[in-house]
């Protein structure tokens, strides 16, 4: 399986970033491809709403030139998108919200441009937040849920661990083995 890891919050070895890393190995223990993009340290700039991207089959489309043109090869290479990410305000955090913005040209719904670049493929989240879960990520999940229901995605489930304490609790054997056992079952899925 290929596993493309979205890592969106804007600090690089933060609590999301440490709780990827259990998920990562496992992933790669198992025979998993993965790749890793910090979006953090991407030019990815908003969506402007233009539509130029709906008017094109067969390509994503976009008219800016920015780093979002490498998240949209690894995310057509991908059989699993794993978005990884702080909750912040019951959402996901800036530099993965403009990818999710910018997602616009990987279907072609609103213009002259036919198909999908990522029709099929799976979507899991794997969540920091300080609320309790569904208070806290029910929100982002939702819309997630929403987004592949629309784009013909397949949402695969959420690992989220609750920030108590301090950066231990990202550290703990709950939070490890958690990260650990979510990656076995989305492995056990067939791509």
Request: charged letters at 25%; aromatic letters at 10%.
């Amino acid at each position: 399986m290929k596993v493309l890891i979205l890592m969106g919050s804007p600090r690089l070895d933060g609590n999301t970033a440490l709780i990827c890393r259990p998920f990562m190995e496992e992933m790669e223990a198992l025979g998993a491809e993965v790749r890793y993009l910090a979006l953090a340290g991407m030019d990815i700039a908003p969506c402007r709403g233009c539509y130029a991207c709906q008017q094109v089959s067969g390509e994503y489309g976009c008219p800016i030139k920015d780093d979002m043109y490498k998240v949209v090869d690894d995310i057509v290479w991908a059989d699993l998108i794993v978005l990884a990410t702080p909750i912040y305000a019951w959402y996901c955090a800036a530099p993965m919200k403009n990818v999710l913005d910018r997602h616009y040209g990987l279907n072609k719904f609103y213009g002259r441009g036919e198909g999908s670049l990522w029709a099929g493929k799976r979507v899991a989240i794997l969540a920091t937040h300080g609320y309790e879960r569904e208070y806290a990520c029910g929100p982002f999940e939702t819309g997630i849920k929403r987004l592949c229901e629309h784009s013909g995605l397949i949402y695969s489930g959420l690992f989220s661990v609750r920030h108590v304490n301090d950066r231990e609790d990202f550290a703990s054997e709950e939070a490890v083995s958690g990260a650990r056992a979510f990656a076995r079952e989305l492995m056990a899925l067939k791509p």
